[in-house]
């Protein structure tokens, strides 16, 4: 059974950084592309970020530059490095695992399709204020 936990998250001013971690079990780690989502309050949820098998990473065109996906097989970790946060990037924050696909794929904004993904983590709350 794929679990998904994640931690991290929180609030912070305009500029802070934040951290998610996203600890998997229960299907081989490594193999299939692993993204992060977010839900604004009465928006669709979006992929923002994205991390295949080989560490090829997307990114959505508003976090660019901002957030960073990484992971650590040895841990059976990922992570979301979030800086230069804005008030905009407040939302609930999932983490997501597609094992049906070793490659992630996005549209032609960088953003992973909700559809592709059938594993999801509990979400974190981010809050950004001004």
């Known amino acids: 059974q794929v679990q998904l936990v994640e931690s991290g998250g929180g609030s912070v001013q305009s500029g802070g950084t934040l951290r998610f971690s996203c600890v998997a079990s229960g299907y081989t780690y490594s193999k299939y592309c692993m993204a992060w989502f977010r839900q604004a309050a009465g928006k669709d949820r979006e992929g923002v970020a994205s991390?295949?098998?080989?560490?090829?990473?997307n990114y959505g065109d508003s976090v660019k530059g901002r957030f960073t996906i990484s992971q650590d097989n040895a841990k059976n970790t990922f992570y979301l490095q979030m800086n230069d946060l804005k008030p905009e990037d407040t939302a609930m924050y999932y983490c997501?695992?597609?094992?049906?696909?070793?490659?992630?794929?996005?549209?032609?904004?960088?953003?992973?399709?909700?559809?592709?993904?059938?594993?999801w983590g509990q979400g974190t709350q981010v809050t950004v204020s001004s």
């Open positions: 991390i295949d098998h080989d560490g090829n990473t």
């Open positions: 997501a695992v597609d094992t049906s696909s070793s490659v992630c794929v996005t549209d032609s904004g960088g953003y992973s399709y909700t559809w592709a993904f059938r594993h």
